[in-house]
């Protein structure tokens, strides 16, 4: 069992950043599969960015070039610099360690883009 505790949400302005932070309680190298996930209010909970354990990473359009995934394994914590924010990157943002069906969900951290 692995427990996943999010940090970094907050309020910020349009163009601002934010760095989200989520630390396991345990080991993450041996999970293939990670990624941060967001749902807005209404809507299904989407994949933002995912990264494997050989560190590819991969990106929702609306994203690419103004977020960046990352895991640090010595430290068992993964991260999401999000850079350039937007009204619309407004949600509850979830980290997952190894996979969105039989992996494990921190509780998630909201972040709101607004003036």
């Known amino acids: 069992q692995v427990q996943l505790v999010e940090s970094g949400g907050g309020l910020v302005q349009p163009g601002g950043s934010l760095r989200l932070s989520c630390a396991a309680s345990g080991s993450i190298a041996r999970f293939y599969a990670a990624g941060w996930y967001r749902q807005r209010p209404g809507e299904q909970r989407e994949l933002v960015a995912g990264?494997?354990?050989?560190?590819?990473?991969n990106y929702e359009d609306s994203v690419k070039g103004r977020f960046t995934i990352s895991r640090d394994n010595a430290k068992n914590t993964m991260y999401l610099q999000m850079n350039s924010l937007k009204p619309e990157d407004t949600a509850v943002y979830y980290c997952?360690?190894?996979?969105?069906?039989?992996?494990?969900w921190g509780q998630g951290t909201q972040v709101t883009v607004s003036s």
């Open positions: 990264i494997t354990s050989g560190d590819s990473t």
């Open positions: 997952n360690i190894g996979g969105p069906i039989t992996g494990y």
